[in-house]
């Protein structure tokens, strides 16, 4: 039987902040930051439901939970953007943070008609992860 003590942790680099940290597979990136008393990712309310931890994956495997769409749209996901607080590292990742937009999209108005729907990252509740991997050119550090 698998203990806590037997998780992988995995390094995590900032590159727009210069900073690494390490992550274990069972702690979110915003999790594995905060845990090492570090400020290179923003904090919100740590549950998908604000955005302030909205930050752009380069290179890595991960699995995240579902992000609510009103703060990472189909298109920014596939382009590599995420919230800190639902990501799980499955390998070394390279990141940037500070990808939040106060001009984002309100949840409250569901602006480009996003939907809000219970269950989703907004409210925390949902456990179903999804495996995604990506690449970019260079090496990972």
Do not use: W
Not at 134 to 141: A, D, F, I, R, V
């Amino acid at each position: 039987m698998k203990t806590a003590n037997d998780n992988e942790r995995y390094p995590i680099s900032v590159i727009n902040r210069d900073s690494r940290f390490v992550c274990d597979e069972s702690q979110t990136l915003l999790g594995g930051m905060e845990a090492q008393a570090l400020a290179v990712i923003r904090v919100g309310c740590r549950g998908g439901g604000c955005g302030m931890c909205k930050i752009r994956i380069l290179d890595g495997a991960f699995e995240s939970k579902r992000m609510s769409r009103a703060h990472i749209s189909e298109a920014e996901a596939a382009e590599g953007y995420a919230l800190a607080c639902r990501v799980f590292p499955r390998s070394p990742m390279l990141i940037e943070s500070d990808h939040f937009s106060a001009t984002a999209p309100d949840n409250n108005h569901n602006s480009d008609n996003h939907e809000v729907r219970p269950g989703n990252a907004a409210t925390g509740c949902d456990e179903m992860n999804q495996t995604q991997n990506k690449n970019s050119q260079g090496t990972m550090l």
